[in-house]
């Protein structure tokens, strides 16, 4: 027998150890999972990394029904695997939903001055792109090159005229008058 037709024999072979451990055991995993998942999804999928399990460590898989316990040994774990998993994630979404918090209170803080948001909106979407790479970003017109694709003499030569257009645009900002201003100014009269 050559080498690669014993070998094509092994597989063939570990495949059907599978299929019958498979077909032996899966109902009893699956119940033994339900009974300690909350949700079927989660259940199916420590069933499926149950039986991957068994079929990347088959030769230490016990036959007879000590297979049985083998596998509610790995089901046990995987679900042990899944509840740390779930808990990371959980303590994850917080923690990004308390630094999101933050970063939406800074954001609207430096949104609230009317006069920049004018001055921003009337300059053309280069200069405020790399002003807000510059400022709210904190980067340097090296690092807000490598953002933009461009050199870095160019970013600071664009940084450096975008300046001078945001400075003249606040200069010439002037606020629109509230309706409660229009009323006042009319009664006077």
Known sequence: MTASAASSLDRRLAEERFRHLYAAHVREVLAYVLRRTADAEDAADAVAETFLVAWRRLPEVPAGEEA????????????????????????????????????????????????????????????????????????????????????????????????????????????????TTNLELKEER
């Open 68 to 179: 049985r316990a083998w596998l509610y040994g790995v089901a046990r774990r995987t679900l042990a695997n899944q509840r740390r998993g779930e808990r990371r994630r959980h303590q994850l979404a917080e923690r990004l939903g308390a630094d999101l918090a933050i970063v939406v209170e800074s954001s609207a803080a430096e949104d609230d001055d009317e006069r920049l948001q004018f001055a921003l909106e009337s300059l053309p979407p280069d200069d405020r792109e790399i002003l807000r790479l510059s400022a709210w970003e904190e980067m340097s017109p090296s690092q807000a090159a490598r953002v933009l694709g461009i050199s870095a003499i160019a970013a600071r030569s664009r940084l450096h005229r975008a300046r001078r257009r945001l400075a003249r645009a606040l200069a010439e900002w002037r606020p629109e008058p509230s309706p």
